[in-house]
RNA sequence: CGCGGGAUGGAGCAGUCCGGUAGCUCGUCAGGCUCAUAACCUGAAGGUCGUGAGGUUCAAAUCCCACUCCCGCACCCA
């Protein structure tokens, strides 16, 4: 049977990630993960913080922290936002790990046996005062081509020329201003990237079809543009040491090291229970595994080019990926997220708002898949009200309620379905297999449009059933539809549970089904409806399981965050 | 001629690959129901699909051509 292998991008460690990083890779996995999980298949999900690098160090130079205690300070912080946000990784690991150092090591041997790997010295801008090389984005001075005083080494951003730091009229060093800055001669490695071209324009070819428009145009380009060598390490402290003579002092570019760390991260779950986990079989020679990739589109280039390149040049058996679902931005009303500009939600920020449920039904149903989506408090309140609360919320809570009201806290037994109960599996049963269909499509938009869908057949069946006058004459037969109405709950929290797990829970609760069976809802739609036996006890709701946004906590938000509401 | 992605009723989207006179959600208006959270259900109004009295075709949102506008790639950041 076949296996799941599920990552995602590895979200970088210098802070706390806003909306936009969950849904571009992080959540749509988890989603696709739960739903596979209970589809009953064999699923490993992994992820990890991406921890090397200079924008690392600068953000722990500016904590007065020393990097390392850094990064396991915001290893943790970030660990602990996405368990509330509900991500079920089977593990989620670091890529300073010892593991990674191994492996990270053993591609960069493998790659120089097959001699994929050159060794070149390069003139670098060494800042005296800061004790450190400097990468060009880090030195800024001005512009010769327009004079504008804070181009960058690398980009002018004023006149969008691209530059040399050496072009530079007055070089300082953007970490301490200093301009005591040479230029010193420093060896490096560089993967050689075009003599790999062949077997990597061969393994695009191979799922061009098959993979989103966004994916393979990203990865056409950079073929079109011709692979170069590219440097692979770096003269910083803080990285995995590059294990060749003459490199005492240098670290892999932290490019090089995030995607191992996939599999590294493997290898750390495996630790953990060693003697039944087995990560080789996952990553090495694994025929049986489909792997699946989930990364927003800056992420593209890395998992298509560079990454396979590792694994093809180590011309050893690693698994491939086998599809990458990439994703566009999520702006906010209109604009970027940006981090210096206060605009947008942070994950921690979003937390103490409201439940993850809501952020997470909204997410995936507005995912960037096709092109940038924006994210408005005004939609976001829009769907949680009508979507969550008055269609799933009220549908809940009505059946429950009346249940209760007309009999007793349970189950109700007596009466038979009819034709119109027999309708009503059928199309219920051609919507699931519709979103089911979009879920294994990774279709996250249509797959919640199609959830929603298979929560309003509910309320269509109890209009038309119409049990509260029905039962005026034909009690048994009340009895009936509500029997079918409150096995209803159980399948919409069987079906919803990759995108509101918090809610499915309460769903369940509220069943008295604490150890519930979470297996996915297949061809059989009669008898998932009938799971539930007369006399089965429930719990009333005390209030309902979702909560309406009002006008003036959205205006409220708008203010908080922002956000202009005539910007729409 | 930098690259890429878009342009469909008031808003957000689907349909475009495999052409046959446009579909969904929200919003609006009207009606129904009364079990439920002013909730649910039904119906209606509203678009000719960025522009070109362009090309191909019996037929184009859907294929071809030209153009326009928007967004991203250039502080931060994914």
């Given at each position: 049977?076949?296996?799941?292998?599920?990552?995602?991008?590895?979200?970088?460690?210098?802070?706390?990630?806003?909306?936009?990083?969950?849904?571009?890779?992080?959540?749509?996995?988890?989603?696709?993960?739960?739903?596979?999980?209970?589809?009953?298949?064999?699923?490993?999900?992994?992820?990890?913080?991406?921890?090397?690098?200079?924008?690392?160090?600068?953000?722990?130079?500016?904590?007065?922290?020393?990097?390392?205690?850094?990064?396991?300070?915001?290893?943790?912080?970030?660990?602990?936002?996405?368990?509330?946000?509900?991500?079920?990784?089977?593990?989620?690991?670091?890529?300073?790990?010892?593991?990674?150092?191994?492996?990270?090591?053993?591609?960069?041997?493998k790659l120089t046996e097959n001699g994929y790997i050159e060794e070149r010295t390069i003139k670098q801008v060494y800042s005296v005062d800061d004790g450190r090389f400097l990468p060009d984005r880090y030195i800024v001075g001005t512009c010769p081509h327009c004079g504008y005083e804070a181009a960058r080494g690398d980009q002018c951003e004023n006149c969008t020329r691209v530059l040399d730091p050496t072009d530079l009229i007055n070089p300082r060093s953007a970490v301490s201003g200093s301009s005591n800055l040479e230029i010193r001669d420093s060896k490096h490695l560089f993967l050689k990237l075009p003599e790999l071209e062949g077997k990597i324009s061969a393994f695009i070819d191979e799922h061009e079809a098959e993979w989103p428009v966004v994916v393979t145009s990203i990865a056409r380009k950079w073929l079109k543009e011709g692979l170069r060598e590219r440097c692979i390490t770096r003269d910083l402290k803080w990285g995995i040491p590059v294990p060749a003579d003459g490199f005492d002092g240098k670290v892999f570019y932290v490019w090089f090291d995030a995607p191992i760390e996939y599999i590294a991260a493997t290898r750390e779950w495996a630790d953990k229970a060693p003697s039944e986990r087995d990560w080789?079989?996952?990553?090495?020679?694994?025929?049986?595994?489909?792997?699946?990739?989930?990364?927003?589109?800056?992420?593209?280039?890395?998992?298509?080019?560079?990454?396979?390149?590792?694994?093809?040049?180590?011309?050893?058996?690693?698994?491939?990926?086998?599809?990458?679902?990439?994703?566009?931005?999520?702006?906010?009303?209109?604009?970027?997220?940006?981090?210096?500009?206060?605009?947008?939600?942070?994950?921690?920020?979003?937390?103490?708002?409201?439940?993850?449920?809501?952020?997470?039904?909204?997410?995936?149903?507005?995912?960037?898949?096709?092109?940038?989506?924006?994210?408005?408090?005004?939609?976001?309140?829009?769907?949680?009200?009508?979507?969550?609360?008055?269609?799933?919320?009220?549908?809940?809570?009505?059946?429950?309620?009346?249940?209760?009201?007309?009999?007793?806290?349970?189950?109700?037994?007596?009466?038979?379905?009819?034709?119109?109960?027999?309708?009503?599996?059928?199309?219920?049963?051609?919507?699931?297999?519709?979103?089911?269909?979009?879920?294994?499509?990774?279709?996250?938009?249509?797959?919640?449009?199609?959830?929603?869908?298979?929560?309003?057949?509910?309320?269509?069946?109890?209009?038309?059933?119409?049990?509260?006058?029905?039962?005026?004459?034909?009690?048994?037969?009340?009895?009936?539809?509500?029997?079918?109405?409150?096995?209803?709950?159980?399948?919409?929290?069987?079906?919803?549970?990759?995108?509101?797990?918090?809610?499915?829970?309460?769903?369940?609760?509220?069943?008295?089904?604490?150890?519930?069976?979470?297996?996915?809802?297949?061809?059989?739609?009669?008898?998932?409806?009938?799971?539930?036996?007369?006399?089965?006890?429930?719990?009333?709701?005390?209030?309902?399981?979702?909560?309406?946004?009002?006008?003036?906590?959205?205006?409220?938000?708008?203010?908080?965050?922002?956000?202009?509401?005539?910007?729409?």
């Amino acid at each position: 049977m076949t296996r799941y292998l599920i990552t995602s991008a590895l979200p970088y460690i210098n802070g706390i990630k806003h909306l936009g990083n969950l849904v571009g890779s992080m959540l749509p996995a988890d989603v696709y993960a739960r739903f596979l999980r209970q589809k009953g298949e064999d699923v490993l999900f992994i992820c990890a913080t991406d921890e090397h690098g200079t924008p690392a160090e600068l953000a722990a130079l500016e904590k007065g922290q020393d990097v390392e205690t850094f990064c396991t300070e915001q290893h943790e912080i970030q660990r602990s936002i996405y368990e509330r946000f509900g991500l079920s990784f089977d593990h989620f690991g670091r890529s300073s790990s010892e593991r990674n150092t191994e492996l990270t090591q053993h591609f960069c041997k493998k790659l120089t046996e097959n001699g994929y790997i050159e060794e070149r010295t390069i003139k670098q801008v060494y800042s005296v005062d800061d004790g450190r090389f400097l990468p060009d984005r880090y030195i800024v001075g001005t512009c010769p081509h327009c004079g504008y005083e804070a181009a960058r080494g690398d980009q002018c951003e004023n006149c969008t020329r691209v530059l040399d730091p050496t072009d530079l009229i007055n070089p300082r060093s953007a970490v301490s201003g200093s301009s005591n800055l040479e230029i010193r001669d420093s060896k490096h490695l560089f993967l050689k990237l075009p003599e790999l071209e062949g077997k990597i324009s061969a393994f695009i070819d191979e799922h061009e079809a098959e993979w989103p428009v966004v994916v393979t145009s990203i990865a056409r380009k950079w073929l079109k543009e011709g692979l170069r060598e590219r440097c692979i390490t770096r003269d910083l402290k803080w990285g995995i040491p590059v294990p060749a003579d003459g490199f005492d002092g240098k670290v892999f570019y932290v490019w090089f090291d995030a995607p191992i760390e996939y599999i590294a991260a493997t290898r750390e779950w495996a630790d953990k229970a060693p003697s039944e986990r087995d990560w080789k079989s996952w990553w090495y020679d694994a025929k049986d595994v489909r792997y699946v990739e989930f990364m927003a589109k800056d992420n593209i280039p890395f998992h298509t080019i560079m990454f396979p390149a590792t694994l093809l040049g180590s011309e050893e058996p690693w698994k491939k990926v086998d599809y990458i679902k990439g994703f566009n931005w999520l702006t906010f009303y209109g604009g970027k997220f940006s981090t210096s500009q206060k605009r947008g939600i942070f994950t921690n920020q979003a937390l103490e708002e409201f439940p993850a449920d809501y952020w997470r039904y909204w997410l995936m149903a507005n995912a960037p898949e096709n092109s940038d989506s924006s994210f408005t408090f005004s939609s976001f309140s829009g769907m949680i009200n009508k979507d969550l609360n008055d269609v799933l919320g009220n549908f809940v809570n009505r059946v429950l309620k009346m249940t209760a009201g007309k009999f007793s806290p349970a189950v109700p037994e007596g009466g038979e379905w009819g034709e119109l109960e027999n309708e009503f599996v059928k199309t219920l049963s051609t919507r699931i297999a519709d979103y089911t269909k979009y879920m294994q499509a990774m279709e996250f938009r249509k797959a919640t449009a199609e959830l929603r869908a298979v929560w309003v057949e509910g309320n269509n069946y109890l209009t038309a059933a119409a049990p509260w006058t029905v039962i005026k004459e034909d009690r048994e037969k009340a009895a009936m539809i509500l029997r079918l109405a409150l096995n209803l709950i159980r399948v919409y929290a069987v079906l919803s549970a990759p995108v509101i797990p918090n809610a499915s829970k309460d769903m369940l609760s509220l069943l008295n089904l604490n150890d519930p069976d979470m297996a996915w809802i297949g061809e059989d739609t009669a008898s998932a409806l009938q799971m539930l036996k007369p006399g089965h006890a429930f719990n009333v709701p005390e209030k309902p399981i979702f909560n309406k946004i009002m006008p003036e906590t959205v205006a409220e938000l708008c203010a908080r965050y922002g956000a202009d509401p005539e910007a729409e």
